[in-house]
């Protein structure tokens, strides 16, 4: 017996692993020897390629293909329509399976709307990629990157609101009262 939801239209192909709780709606196709956690929301038209990991509570909005070599870790949110690659130099006359690079977006991060992600480029933890953006390079641990191609152009909070630091470089999330410090290009959380 299947612990989670599949609407009636959605694929899914042999092989995979599917956590409790997780809903695969509409239109979606779920290839080969896919790992997808528990509580995961599949949105409507979705493709998850074959041996695509996904961790736990990762919410695909629509309109989204998740390509081999992809790793998504826990509580990853992809926004609709956002964009994938996994060969940096395609070509449709040239096979290129063997070369498909890994790209692995981090616990917490979250990608906007239409945002493109070349493969290779490892999304940090918490980090926020605005709608839009094209990443090209390694994004940092709660960095906010935005545009084409993608900057940085601040850091934020694990509660998605932007961090300002002061002359000691410490930061409060205005919502969560939790405690940042900013060091050496590196930000990191501070135990209450």
Known sequence: MNNYFAHESAVIDEGCTIGNGTKIWHFSHIMPNCEIGEHCNI????????????????????????????????????????????????????KRQNQYLKTVVKKGASIGANATIVCGNDIGEYAFIGAGAVVVKEV?????????????????????????????????????????????????????
């Open 43 to 94: 949105g409507q038209n979705v493709v998850v390629s074959p041996d695509v990991k996904l961790g736990k509570n990762v919410k695909v909005q629509n309109n989204v293909s998740i390509y081999t070599g992809v790793v998504c870790e826990d509580d990853v949110f992809l926004g609709p329509s956002m964009v994938f690659t996994n060969v940096i130099n395609p070509r449709s006359a040239i």
């Open 140 to 192: 940092l641990p709660y960095a906010l990157v935005v545009g084409n191609p993608s900057r940085q152009i601040g850091w934020i909070s694990e509660y998605g609101h932007r961090l300002e630091f002061d002359e000691n470089g410490l930061a409060v999330c205005p919502e969560s009262q939790e405690k940042y410090q900013l060091k050496n290009q590196q930000v990191s959380k501070i135990a209450s």
